[in-house]
């Protein structure tokens, strides 16, 4: 098992650009979230979905977008780049059937926005 | 408001003592409580899991205490070792929303040998 991985590892953009970073996972996991990590800010939550074809907001969504379209795959889009999104991401997924499992985190991908 | 605290400085201990970080919150009813650690560049890893209803849970060294009256749990790592030195966060899972956790800032913990 790779666990959950993320693509890419680190990104440099320009403001007003767009990227999408991809997270998959191959535990079968139902649920699947995206953080970013800002020191100082710790781990917040931008978005999450509780299975395939769902997605709902977490705590600072503003400026992202996401997509769930396989249950493998969870997609975090910035259409329109700041430097206020520069930050480290992470995504995470964890099983529904034990609702008290922990959630297994993926390595980051470190985005600059110049 | 909401809120989970942990110590925002770091925290440095003697190689072989015990270590003791803490995590405190505010107008939260968690459900369970988690403990991970972080090392630079790498996400965080799950260490242990402590439900509403218990008091302690022990994996090898390390500890855990929930006292949901005083809204309070610590993390405790004995024999601490240099390879210890990580930065260490708590996390909750809300009473009927464990689709959602919330995490502390973290507390970065140096062993020193």
């Known amino acids: 098992n790779a666990g959950v991985t993320q693509t890419p590892k680190f990104r440099v953009l320009k403001t007003g650009q767009s990227m999408t970073l991809l997270c998959a996972q191959d535990?079968?996991?139902?649920?699947m979230y995206w953080y970013r990590q800002d020191p100082g800010m710790g781990l917040r939550l931008i978005h999450y979905?509780?299975?395939?074809?769902?997605?709902a907001k977490g705590e600072v969504p503003d400026g992202y977008n996401v997509s769930r379209l396989k249950k493998q795959n969870f997609l975090l889009g910035l259409e329109s780049a700041a430097p206020s999104q520069t930050s480290v991401y992470f995504c995470?997924?964890?099983?529904?059937?034990?609702?008290?499992?922990?959630?297994?985190f993926g390595p980051g991908t470190r985005l600059l926005v110049l | 408001s909401q809120k989970i605290e942990q110590n925002s400085e770091a925290l440095n201990i003697q190689e072989g003592k015990t270590a003791t970080l803490t995590c405190n919150y505010t107008?939260?009813?968690?459900?369970?409580l988690q403990w991970y650690r972080q090392d630079p560049g790498r996400g965080p890893v799950f260490l242990l899991l402590?439900?509403?209803?218990?008091k302690e849970k022990r994996k090898e060294r390390l500890k855990v205490t929930f006292d949901t009256t005083l809204k309070q749990s610590l993390f405790h790592i004995t024999a601490s070792q240099p390879a210890d030195s990580a930065t260490y966060l708590c996390?909750?899972?809300?009473?009927?929303?464990?689709?959602?956790?919330?995490f502390g800032k973290g507390t970065r913990l140096h062993i020193l040998p």
């Open positions: 995470a997924s964890r099983d529904r059937t034990q609702p008290m499992e922990t959630q297994y």
């Open positions: 535990m079968n996991h139902e649920y």
């Open positions: 979905s509780v299975g395939e074809g769902t997605t």
């Open positions: 107008n939260y009813s968690p459900a369970y």
């Open positions: 402590i439900r509403e209803n218990e």
């Open positions: 996390a909750l899972a809300l009473m009927n929303r464990d689709d959602k956790i919330i």
